[in-house]
């Protein structure tokens, strides 16, 4: 059974950092492509940013220059690191892995970003 546990998000003021973390149980390199997604209230959730097997990613115009995802094989982890946040960042964040044709998808970590 794949398992996506995030963690990370939290409070932050505007122009601040965060970064998030996404475990895998097991490889996290055995997904065909692995990325974030976000969901604001009333919003449909959208792709972020992901990064394929090979190591090319992708990113969503809003947040490129100031997001970069990145992953560490030897801990089966995937990250998010998000510099200059701005309120419109305000989101629930979810880990995404498609892997056989399934997508398996972390439970989320609520990122606000307030003065």
């Known amino acids: 059974q794949v398992q996506l546990v995030e963690s990370g998000g939290g409070l932050v003021q505007p122009g601040g950092s965060l970064r998030l973390s996404c475990a895998a149980s097991?490889?996290?390199?055995?997904?065909?492509?692995a990325g974030w997604y976000r969901q604001a209230p009333g919003k449909q959730r959208e792709l972020v940013a992901s990064?394929?097997?090979?190591?090319?990613?992708n990113y969503a115009n809003s947040v490129k220059g100031r997001f970069t995802i990145s992953r560490d094989n030897s801990k089966n982890t995937l990250y998010l690191q998000m510099n200059s946040l701005k309120p419109e960042d305000t989101a629930v964040y979810y880990c995404?892995?498609?892997?056989?044709?399934?997508?398996?998808w972390g439970q989320g970590t609520q990122v606000t970003v307030s003065s």
């Open positions: 995404n892995g498609f892997w056989l044709g399934l997508n398996y």
């Open positions: 097991g490889s996290i390199f055995r997904f065909d492509v």
């Open positions: 990064m394929f097997t090979g190591g090319s990613t």
